[in-house]
Structures are given as structure tokens and as C-alpha cells.
């Protein structure tokens, strides 16, 4: 009889005296589709772009913070549900959004009873600079999940800083922490690079 999905089977070449050699079979379809949450604020519409190319990755769900600071209806029960959760902000003056920041301070409930532990967490800025102190913000995003008991995930892409690099070459920003995606202030959201959207669409498969 075949051994069931992901069960582990001793090999029949293991040699006497010898530690015996083990393997484990699978069947994709054994596998569920991790639940990833994309919650972000977008002031203009360049971190929305961001979002939905890390959900595209992923194949995660979308929940946008609104102008007021508020969630949409259901969110939070989906944040519970997923097993991943994604932040995301532009970088004003060097940090989150006061959009996001209420959304991580009402996040305090949460943290209270720890329902958030060892989530996989993960996080995104843009900005017009291209510094900008977006680090900055992604190490926000790093304490708030740490505070949450969370596991962070970074891009995992090298760098391109050689001569022959281009400006919409993947991580050509070169972030580990997280996407940093870079847009000239009178850009709007559809002029932005691709470079920086293809680096966080493949952030999110990773995740």
C-alpha cells in the first residue's frame, strides 16, 4: 500500500551498520494555500500598487486602512484567520502613517492576548526619496511584529549595485528588511517603476 502524503519511509538500500536513510513523500494537493493578510494605508495610491503586487504574489488578501485610520468590515476577524500578515505604509517623515500607527496602536488588544503569536509577518514602504528613511519605517513594522510574538520574513533578493545595473533591475533599492519601492513626488501611482513592483510581488511568493 503507498504510504500516505508526507509520511516518512525508511529506504531499502540502507546498508547494515549504517544510520538508516529515511525520505518523505508528498502530494501537493495534501498542501492548503497559506492565508496571507495584506493590511496597509496608501495616501496616494503608489503603496496601494505595492499591495496588490505583494498580494499578487502571495495570492493574499487585500485590507486597505481608509483615510480615517479605520479598517474595513471584517478585517480583523481575517487577520485572525491568516497565517501570515503583511504591513504596509509610505514612509512620512520617517515612519508609518498616522493611518497605520492607529491601526498598531488598536493592535494592542490583540498583542494583550497574544491571539497573533508566531504568525509569519512581513512589511513594505515607498516613498518620493529615494533614501527617504524607509528603513526606518520597516523597522517599525519589524517591532510591531516582534511585540506580536511574530516571525519576520525578509525579501531573501540579492542586490544589483554593479555598473551595468538599472534603475527597474529587482532590489535595486537593495532592502532585506522588507520592499522599498521609490517614486519622483510628481509621479503619480501608474508611472511607478516596475523594477520595485515585480521586487515585492516576488517578496510575497516568498512569503
Known sequence: MAPAAGAWTRSASAEPGFFPVFSQSFNSRSFLMAKVAVVFHSGYGHTR?????????????????DADGNLPEGAQEALACADAIIFGS?????????????????????????SWKDKVFGGFTA????NGDKHSTLHYFMTLAMQHGGIWV???????????????DINY??????????????????????????TARRFGQRV
Do not use: C, H
Open 49 to 65: 500598487r505595492v499591495a496588490q503586487s505583494v498580494a499578487d504574489g502571495a495570492q493574499g488578501q487585500l485590507l486597505e486602512i
Open 90 to 114: 509610505p514612509t512620512y517623515m520617517g515612519s508609518v502613517s498616522w493611518q497605520f500607527k492607529k491601526f498598531a496602536d488598536a493592535s494592542a488588544k490583540t498583542w494583550y492576548t497574544q
Open 127 to 130: 516613498s518620493a526619496n529615494v
Open 154 to 168: 525578509g525579501t531573501g533578493q540579492n542586490y544589483n549595485n554593479t555598473k551595468a545595473s538599472q534603475r527597474s
Open 173 to 198: 533599492l537593495a532592502s532585506s528588511a522588507g520592499p522599498m519601492a521609490q517614486t519622483p513626488g510628481d509621479a503619480g501611482a501608474d508611472e511607478m517603476n516596475e523594477g520595485d513592483l515585480e
